[in-house]
């Protein structure tokens, strides 16, 4: 069972590197808009995007 | 006075070394010093001490008493010519109003206000201002309306003076505020998200402990419990920040709201589960605690999410103006324009609105003929004809021909920003519902922190060995987990399941109030009819088809944007070809078909073409039918009738409506004749036609006051104030922006059912709420003597708390779930 004390810090790491990149996501406004790309990529016009 | 004497000398020994205005450390022997409210006082800076002399001038001492803490952070002052700059680019970005009697209006957005003490300091030492006519400040949104002459004061005399109390303000531009809202969406979005994924790997780590027979090695249970640790402390310190910022206030104003146990909930559970960790031994929360953050959390956003979506409207009635205007360089010549800010415009400047292009300002009509379609401001659903020297209004649509318009009104004095603030003031009048289950939820907390105080000193006294296992037991297992979920959660679930629905309650509470709803209130106008006209009959009469007749009004119309042509292409007849086509704003178009001058239009302007009478079946066309006549220089060729359809469905609705046991009615500005005729075809007894914004207020009134809870179905934004003043309001997502901005539900699908499906579905969710409210009262009834008595242990007590929390957020899932039946409908629907 020693393999737990590598396996559990490093899913605890795991969740973190997630979790940045989550915040950085956020951050950088890729979740400001919910709706919109749903309809845009309906949208004929590409260079709308 | 005797009462602030006897007071304890801390608030003396604080101002020796706090700064008396904001609080800061003094200097050693501060050299700013001022007799301020009854004595010697030090201040922190010659800002702070200007700041106090200024309040002390203006007599208005009082605040220091009245405000709630001393921590007004400090503003740099601003150079007297950085406030005419500011000044000025207001004055010249449209944001001050020009009244009657040389009065100026602003919005401002104000920095540094604290509390209610702020709001009466600001208010009462504008006032005093030379020239200042009138000062309101809005506490909640810290906003500011003043009023001054412009003879006696300057809007940067205006600033000036705020910023000399300390406050800093700016002209109000609404695009602040969408950024404050997207500040906030993020954070709130990243706090839920993160506090999810800890919840998620918390239990995991928590699962072991759980699910094992003869429990694990204790080197093992270290390790998974340190994993935690970790995991936890970022979601109590980041993701739980705002529910211990909510507590914090809460206290600070001596008001105990939901916030105050949740805080203490996470705090204790989270610090006796670390003081465990650390090597004391004991029972572990992180499970619940991560839980519980994720959850509320969750619920919070939900709610964001849709109000966002109100914000977003908002911001939408500034695209219904138009941002530029065509201004006549010169009053006499309409050929030379030049492009400026519709929020330049000055009273007197002449405007040209091309055919097809909506009105930047209020004004009259100084040259030209058009018809104006005004249904966002009347509810008309008609263009109106305009001719010399009629009014139009700002954002209505110029439908037939260029017009040149006098200015009469822009930006805030137009009739849509009068709408906008008549809105405003009817949504500040709305009774606060939240308030109340505010201090019902504050009188449980008490009682629950009296229960802990009360079982901490017993087994203090009792068994002090035990005290603090069995307190945090009576915290944790009644930690309102389950109270403060079982609504939240529950609305949660309604919100995002009647979102797959494409219904969006805009308020929290919307839910709650439509489900005792007993009064449904129609607007006829876009909201039962589809908004727009169609044909709805052809008569002809020189022997010609249907087809024929179709295609020859559709040529003659062609080319133009009324809604009469509107209505005639979606008839798809064949093709014809029209020469020479002249509109007559007011009468028709006019134009050469086969060699022979054709009209179409008013039946008196076509006949005067070939001199016939108006044949006699004009009396026979319906009442809410627009009635148009098709001739050439030889006679009459056909007649059209036209009508705004009812919309799918109105009148399945209105039958689904009184099976629920809800009075429906009419209420409409269109002519009473129209408004019969609909009510009649959907079979609603109750109506009344011709009503304005005013009179639909006051009829909305009187149902209240006899103890109708009235939900009002709008669309046009003269239906905005109504919407206000209506316990809760619906409204489609088509319709004019503004009406979703006072909206408290909105139906984005544009589909009748939504009406019934929200109010079906708000009455189960408000049965669900119940069910889990029932469920943790009675859960709570239970726990908390066996909790307080000792026989539960702090684990006990956390595996009876989420267990009861779970039941609470699986009884919510229910509402979350479509039914077959929908699904299905919804489905066929697409």
Redesign the interface.
């Known amino acids: ?1 020693e393999i ?2 590598l396996l ?2 490093l ?2 790491i795991l ?1 973190f590197l ?2 940045a990149a ?2 950085w996501s ?2 950088s ?1 890729q ?2 808009d ?1 709706e919109g790309p749903a309809h845009r990529i309906l949208s004929d016009d590409d260079s709308a995007i | 006075m005797g009462a602030e004497a006897a007071r304890p000398a801390l608030a003396d020994f604080v101002a020796e070394s706090a700064c008396f205005h904001c609080g800061e450390r003094n200097p050693p022997s501060s050299p700013w010093r001022a007799a301020v409210d009854g004595a010697e006082r030090r201040f922190c800076c010659p800002g702070c001490l200007a700041i106090a002399r200024t309040i002390r001038a203006a007599g208005l001492d009082r605040f220091y008493h009245q405000r709630e803490r001393a921590d007004t952070t400090p503003v740099e002052p601003a150079s007297g010519e950085a406030l005419a700059i500011l000044a000025d680019s207001a004055e010249a970005g449209g944001l001050v109003t020009h009244l009657a009697g040389g009065l100026r209006e602003t919005s401002l957005l104000i920095d540094g206000i604290r509390c209610g003490a702020c709001v009466w300091l600001l208010e009462s030492y504008l006032a005093g201002q030379p020239g200042v006519v009138q000062a309101s400040v809005n506490l909640a949104t810290h906003r500011a309306r003043i009023r001054w002459d412009a003879q006696r004061a300057t809007l940067a005399g205006v600033l000036g003076a705020i910023e000399a109390i300390g406050y800093r303000a700016h002209p109000y531009d609404p695009s602040r505020r969408e950024a404050q809202m ?1 500040r906030e ?2 954070a709130l ?2 706090r839920t ?2 506090a999810l ?2 919840m998620m ?1 918390v239990m ?2 928590a699962l072991p402990a759980y699910t094992s027979a003869d429990g694990i ?1 204790a080197q ?1 249970r270290a ?2 419990e340190w ?1 935690s640790l ?2 936890t402390l ?1 979601a109590v310190l980041y993701c739980a920040s705002p529910f211990f910022a909510g507590a914090w206030r809460d206290v600070r104003v001596r008001k105990l709201g939901m916030d105050v146990p949740v805080a203490i909930g996470i705090g204790g559970a989270f610090v006796a589960s670390a003081w465990s960790t650390i090597g004391n031994g004991g029972p572990v929360y992180y499970d619940s605690v991560t839980m519980f953050i994720a959850l509320l959390s969750l619920a919070r956003l939900f709610e964001l ?1 849709a109000r966002r979506r109100a914000g977003e409207a908002i911001e939408a009635i500034a695209r219904d103006l138009p941002e530029t205007a065509d201004r006549l360089l010169d009053p006499a010549d309409a050929s030379r324009t030049e492009r400026v800010a519709a929020c330049s415009l000055r009273l007197g400047d002449r405007i040209r609105v091309p055919a097809g292009a909506s009105i930047a300002a209020d004004g009259t009509v100084v040259d030209g003929r058009s018809s104006v379609e005004e249904a966002m401001l009347t509810g008309e659903s008609w263009p109106r004809a305009k001719k010399v020297g009629d009014r139009v209004l700002a954002a209505s649509i110029n439908r037939e021909s260029p017009l040149i318009v006098r200015v009469d009104a822009a930006g805030e004095a137009t009739a849509v920003a009068a709408l906008a603030r008549m809105v405003e003031d009817a949504a500040n009048r709305r009774p606060a519902i939240a308030r109340t289950a505010d201090r019902v939820a504050g009188h449980f907390v008490a009682a629950l922190l009296a229960i802990a105080a009360a079982t901490a000193a017993a087994w203090w006294y009792l068994e002090p060995a035990r005290a603090l296992a069995v307190t945090l037991a009576v915290l944790v297992v009644s930690c309102p987990c389950a109270l403060s979920l079982a609504t939240p959660a529950t609305l949660a679930a309604a919100a995002g399941a009647s979102a797959r629905r494409r219904i969006f309650a805009v308020r929290s509470d919307a839910w709650e109030t439509l489900a005792r709803v007993t009064h449904v209130v129609f607007d006829k106008t876009g909201t039962l009819t589809k908004g727009r006209l169609s044909l709805s009959g052809v008569e002809p009469l020189a022997g010609h088809s249907r087809t024929q007749c179709v295609a020859l009004a559709t040529a003659l119309e062609a080319g133009s944007a009324h809604p009469i042509a509107e209505a005639l292409q979606r008839e798809l007849a064949p093709a014809r070809v029209a020469d020479g086509i002249v509109a007559v704003p007011g009468n028709g178009v006019e134009a050469i078909v086969g060699g022979r001058p054709h009209r179409f239009g008013r039946p008196e302007w076509v006949g005067a073409l070939h001199g016939q009478p108006v044949p006699a079946l004009a009396d026979a066309v319906a009442a809410d039918a627009i009635a148009v006549a098709l001739g050439n220089d030889t006679g009459w060729i056909a007649w059209f009738t036209f009508a705004d359809d009812l919309r799918p469905g109105a009148a399945t609705l209105v039958g689904e409506l009184r099976e629920m046991g809800l009075a429906v009615s009419l209420l409409s500005g269109d002519r009473t004749a129209t408004v019969a005729h609909v009510a009649q075809a959907i079979g609603i007894a109750d109506f009344r036609g011709d009503a304005r914004p005013a009179a639909k207020l006051e009829t909305i009134a009187s149902l209240q006051r006899a103890g109708a809870v009235v939900a009002m179905v709008g669309d046009g934004i003269n239906d905005a104030p109504s919407l206000a003043r209506a316990d809760v309001s619906l409204s489609f997502g088509s319709a004019a922006t503004l009406t979703q901005w006072t909206a408290d539900v909105i139906l984005a699908d544009d589909d009748l059912r939504g009406v019934v499906d929200s109010i079906s579905r708000s009455r189960k969710t408000l049965r669900v709420i119940r069910q889990n409210l029932c469920w943790a009262f009675g859960y709570n009834v239970v726990a908390i003597p066996l909790a307080a008595t000792g026989h539960l242990t702090p684990l006990a007590a956390a595996i009876g708390m989420s267990f009861s929390s779970l039941l609470v957020v699986a009884n919510a899932l229910r509402l979350a779930r479509v039914a077959p039946r929908e699904a299905a409908s919804e489905r066929s629907a697409v």
């Open positions: 069972m737990l004390y559990i810090p899913s605890v969740v997630i979790g989550f915040f956020v951050r406004g979740f400001d919910l | 997207r969406w993020r979005l990243a998200a993160l994924l800890a790997q995991m780590f090695e093992h390790l998974l994993a970790v995991l970022p999410h």
